[in-house]
């Protein structure tokens, strides 16, 4: 594959359309895996947060000016999830979404690249994000970044074990590169 200009930006209001297209089409993989019912809820959840007030960044992912790929940021685990009893208070990364005809590109690094620039200019020295087994090729790709384990943040959903993982900002070579 040839190398191709990836441009990352902060989103603008016309770009809704698109993020909910690349969200639905890069989670769609997910269901036929997931029970009807789960699929449904999931599906509602992502499209909801498209719009959600506690998004504090929302950056897009162009190749050729059409957009392939976005990440949410947030401030907190409470606004992130509504859930401040998990006491993260810096960044975290919710709904990273590449479409499928766009991955390999690197389009997923850069957008977890410019989060953790964005979080290391608001002053927070990690960046968070939850993920589940199912997810596995995105697991792979945020241990080779640098992400951690963080055992100690990870959460259930129903029966599902949603594992968090941390990067630190300052000792990371994603910021390096």
Do not use: C
Not at 68 to 91: K, R, T
Not at 155 to 168: A, I, Q
């Amino acid at each position: 594959m040839g190398q191709l200009s990836i441009n990352i930006r902060h989103s603008e209001q016309g770009d809704l359309s698109s993020i909910e297209e690349v969200l639905l089409d890069a989670y769609g993989q997910y269901e036929s895996v997931l029970p009807a019912a789960y699929w449904e809820q999931y599906k509602s959840n992502i499209l909801a947060a498209i719009n959600s007030d506690t998004t504090k960044a929302r950056l897009v992912a162009e190749l050729d000016g059409a957009v392939v790929g976005s990440v949410f940021l947030f401030d907190s685990s409470e606004l992130a999830y509504g859930n401040p009893e998990l006491d993260i208070q810096s960044p975290i990364i919710r709904l990273l979404a590449v479409s499928r005809k766009a991955r390999g590109h690197g389009v997923a690094t850069e957008l977890i690249r410019s989060s953790a620039r964005l979080a290391l200019e608001w002053g927070s020295e990690t960046l968070h994000l939850h993920t589940s087994d199912m997810m596995d090729s995105a697991v792979r790709l945020y241990e080779r970044l640098g992400f951690e384990r963080a055992f100690d943040k990870d959460l259930m959903n129903g029966e599902t074990l949603v594992k968090s993982y941390r990067l630190k900002l300052k000792e990371t070579a994603l910021l390096q590169a």
